[in-house]
Each structure stands twice: as C-alpha cells, then as structure tokens.
Antibody, heavy 130, light 107 residues
Framework: QVQLQESGPGLVKPSQTLSLTCTVS??????????WTWIRQPAGKGLEWIGH?????????????NYNPSLKSRVTISVDTSKNQFSLTLNSVTAADTAVYYC????????????????WGRGTLVTVSS | DIQMTQSPPSLSASVGDRVTISCRAS??????LNWYQHKPGKAPNLLIY???SLQSGVPSRFSGSGSGTDFTLIISSLQPEDFATYYC?????????FGQGTELEIK
C-alpha cells in the first residue's frame, strides 16, 4: 500500500524559509507517470495547489516542475529518488503562509489524460510566527 | 485562474438521505473535474475523477456527472461515515484549483 508522509518544522519565523519533505513508502517515486504535488490549506480557507514535480520512467521528462504563479517566485519543489522523497521550500514566509501543508500524488487516467490526486498525506501544520 | 464555486457551503442531512452537491467552473473544463472527501485530521480521499469515473474502492453510492462548467456529486443514501467536507477540483489547466468545500453535517 502506497503511503505519503509529510515531515518538517512546525514553526518558522517570518522572512525565513519553510522546508518540508514528503516520504513515499510502498512504491518507487519513479514508477509510472506522477505529479508529486504540494497543496496547502490555511485555517478556515480552501485548498491551494502549490505546485508539482513530474516523474516518469523516462529520464528526459522527469524533474519537470510546475508552480502556482501566485507563489512561483518563492517556491521550489524537488525530488530525491535515492531517498524516495520529494521536498518543498518556500522562501520569505509571512503569516499568510501559515497553513496545513499536504503532499499528494497526481495520477493520470489510462484514457483521456485526466489528472487527479489519488494519494494524499495527512498534512502537517506549519505556523509562521516570531 | 479557473474559479470553482461549490454549493451549498454546508448541508445538514440524515442517514439514508440522497444528497446533491454542485460545482461550477468559471470556464469550460470539459470533464477535467475531480471530487474529494475530507475528514478532520485525515488525508483527503479521491472519490470521483474525470467528472463521473468512480475511484477504485469507493462505494457505488457515490456518483458524479456533468461536463463543461456544471458538475454534480450525488450520494444516493447517506451513511454515517459520509459526514465530511467535500471538494471539487479542476485539472483542466494549471494552476489547479479547488472549490471552497461543502461541509456535510448530521441533521
């Protein structure tokens, strides 16, 4: 059974860098075509897609990233295949970045090319405060 | 960005009821629409993808329909474990966006 687990500091100071890791267990992070994704949810608000890193069995395509334009200047998502993990870094954080952060796997349907998030971690709360 | 609008924001219902949740996109998204169930403290769970395809392992009382801009999630007969928050999400174009959620409560 494939599982995702977020880890990282629960408290980050304003202007500093938020760093989170998602560990994938039960399957190789490079098997199949996947969007390894970060999503967040501030308290009382909706879900916000942060971005993803793409992996597949084809090395030339793996590592491609796509970010939400609202965060693009501050965010990096990367994958470490040796550890079966992917990571999020968010620079210059403010109180507005306080949220529950989820990692998820974006999978694609066999027909039609429909992407969806078929596996999620339970989420980790990150608070930005001095 | 494509805006997703869900209605109603909250809903009270009883076990055995038929429940309908709506989701509207700000532009046509074909059938690139997914539905998730989320319970507090747990990982969100994919219910429906591509507007009407039931994810493996999801009970058949859940169904989805629609295309273009208007979509519907139906729970045919509510069970106690179905009380949760439900989100729609478009995967037509990045940035992927979610509806604000519908909180389904016990009446």
């Amino acid at each position: 059974q494939v599982q995702l687990q977020e880890s990282g500091p629960g408290l980050v100071k304003p202007s500093q860098t938020l760093s989170l890791t998602c560990t994938v267990s039960g399957a190789s992070i490079t098997s199949g075509s996947s969007h390894w994704t970060w999503i967040r949810q501030p308290a009382g608000k909706g879900l916000e897609w942060i971005g993803h890193v793409y992996t597949s069995g084809r090395a030339y395509a793996s590592g491609t990233t796509n970010y939400n334009p609202s965060l693009k200047s501050r965010v990096t998502i990367s994958v470490d295949t040796s550890k079966n993990q992917f990571s999020l870094t968010l620079n210059s954080v403010t109180a507005a970045d306080t949220a529950v952060y989820y990692c998820a796997r974006g999978g694609i349907s066999w027909t039609g090319g429909y992407w969806y998030f078929d596996l999620w971690g339970r989420g980790t709360l990150v608070t930005v405060s001095s | 960005d494509i805006q997703m609008t869900q209605s109603p924001p909250s809903l009270s219902a009883s076990v055995g009821d038929r429940v309908t949740i709506s989701c509207r996109a700000s532009q046509s998204i074909s059938r690139f629409l997914n539905w998730y169930q989320h319970k507090p403290g747990k990982a969100p769970n994919l219910l429906i993808y591509a507007a009407s395809s039931l994810q493996s392992g999801v009970p058949s009382r859940f169904s989805g329909s629609g295309s273009g801009t208007d979509f519907t999630l139906i729970i045919s007969s509510l069970q106690p474990e179905d009380f949760a928050t439900y989100y729609c999400q478009q995967s037509y174009d990045t940035p992927y966006t979610f509806g604000q959620g519908t909180e389904l409560e016990i009446k």
